[in-house]
């Protein structure tokens, strides 16, 4: 089964974004990366975190992936967006609770935090976990749902 992603970094995550980009093709998945193009010019995590999330929302069962040099202040941006779920992970099973218990449709990293060999993992252990969806999983899912409604997003 093929996954689409929307993929996004500021300059500080764009050397590990462009890796991800190829490793995730090479599973054969659709990518779609939404910026920025160098590693250069400074540019604000907030806007990539954004345009991840609208993406995402906007296109029913895609993924999102990150970057910025933490993984800290592009996922904060990212969960501005109503309907985004996005999880700053570190380790395997932490990506893939992320997807199975939380519904979560966005993985954020950090360039300065992990290497390739464990960015490429933990992208995979996000991708390949299944929500798993009724009982308590869903009812904390819906109830995070509604907390973006009460704000208004």
């Known amino acids: 089964m093929t996954t689409k992603w929307y993929v996004g970094s500021d300059h500080a995550g764009f050397r590990l974004k462009s890796a ?3 490793i ?9 990366d939404v910026g920025t193009n160098d590693g250069e010019t ?3 995590y ?7 999330g609208r993406a995402v929302v906007a296109d029913a069962g895609a993924l999102g992936l990150c970057v910025c040099g933490t993984g800290i202040g592009i996922s904060i941006a990212a969960n501005k967006v109503a309907g985004i779920r996005a999880a700053h992970v570190g380790d395997g099973f932490s ?5 199975e218990h939380n519904d979560a449709n966005v993985v954020c990293l950090g360039e300065r ?3 390739v060999g464990l960015a490429e993992e933990l ?14 999983h869903q009812r904390r899912v819906d109830k995070l749902t509604a907390l973006d409604a009460a704000r208004g997003k």
């Open 20 to 22: 991800l980009v190829g």
């Open 24 to 32: 995730v093709r090479g599973w054969g998945d659709e990518v779609v």
């Open 113 to 115: 935090v992990v290497g």
């Open 123 to 136: 992208v995979r252990a996000f991708r390949d976990g299944r929500f798993q969806g009724g009982g308590r």
């Open 95 to 99: 990506a893939r609770m992320a997807r």
């Open 42 to 44: 400074s540019v604000d």
């Open 46 to 52: 907030t806007d990539f975190g954004e345009k991840v």
